[in-house]
Nanobody, 125 residues
Framework: QVQLVESGGGLVQPGGSLRLSCAASGFTLDSHAIGWFRQAPGKGREAVICIGYKELRSYYLNSVKGRFTISRDNAKNTVTLQMNSLKPEDTGVYYC??????????????????WGQGTQVTVSS
């Protein structure tokens, strides 16, 4: 059974950092891309960042460039999203999702086959 489980969310002050993890089970991560998406209150889900099976990274939001980094550990079947210099507008539920091989140009939700349940990130003073 394919499963993705996010962890690491929480409440952080503006300027702080959080590290989110996406743990995969039921399949091997080394032939799959993992994307991170987020959904702010009252807004639609948006793609944030993705890492392909050969570690090619795709950024979908200019606002996170230089602040968010994504990495993968195939041995642990885990992808990590390091978020620094967090801003209130980064608040939302963060989801990881998987698809075969590479990330896509637009990271439309239907292009990803399996999703985690999400983890809440709240940036507030």
């Amino acid at each position: 059974q394919v499963q993705l489980v996010e962890s690491g969310g929480g409440l952080v002050q503006p300027g702080g950092s959080l590290r989110l993890s996406c743990a995969a089970s039921g399949f091997t991560l080394d032939s799959h891309a993992i994307g991170w998406f987020r959904q702010a209150p009252g807004k639609g889900r948006e793609a944030v960042i993705c890492i392909g099976y050969k570690e090619l990274r795709s950024y979908y939001l200019n606002s996170v460039k230089g602040r968010f980094t994504i990495s993968r550990d195939n041995a642990k079947n885990t992808v990590t999203l390091q978020m620094n210099s967090l801003k209130p507008e980064d608040t939302g539920v963060y989801y990881c999702a998987t698809r075969p091989r590479e990330c896509t140009v637009a990271a439309v939700a239907y292009e990803f086959d399996y999703w985690g349940q999400g983890t809440q990130v709240t940036v507030s003073s």
